[in-house]
């Protein structure tokens, strides 16, 4: 199983122990309130959407990474239209970061 693959597992996992806040404004207020802990991108989110998440992901020191595509990203939640998600958790954040390393 690829990385990838384990860390969509674990999004998953994070999304059924309510560990993943979703929508930018959300996100937004996630990551402004620190409790963000990690911010995953899909490789087709929109510019705008994209700039405004790493530009106050990287003012508050939270790791902002652009993963898979939109599709595997929603299926992983299983919400329709996912580009974006906020992990709360850190245990979740610090396994996802290792997979990506």
Do not use: W
């Not at 996630?30 to 963000?36: D, F, M, P, S, T």
């Amino acid at each position: 199983m690829s990385n990838d693959q384990k860390i969509l597992n674990l999004l998953g996992l994070a999304t059924r122990a309510r560990a993943v806040v979703f929508g930018e404004d959300q996100i937004l207020k996630a990551i402004r309130l620190k409790e963000a802990k990690l911010v995953l991108l899909a490789l087709d989110i929109g510019v705008n959407t994209k700039k405004s998440l790493t530009d106050k992901s990287a003012h508050y020191g939270v790791p902002c990474v652009t993963f898979v595509e939109e599709a595997l990203l929603s299926q992983a939640v299983g919400k329709s239209r996912r580009v974006a998600v906020a992990i709360t958790d850190q245990g979740f954040a610090k396994k996802m970061l290792s997979l990506l390393d």
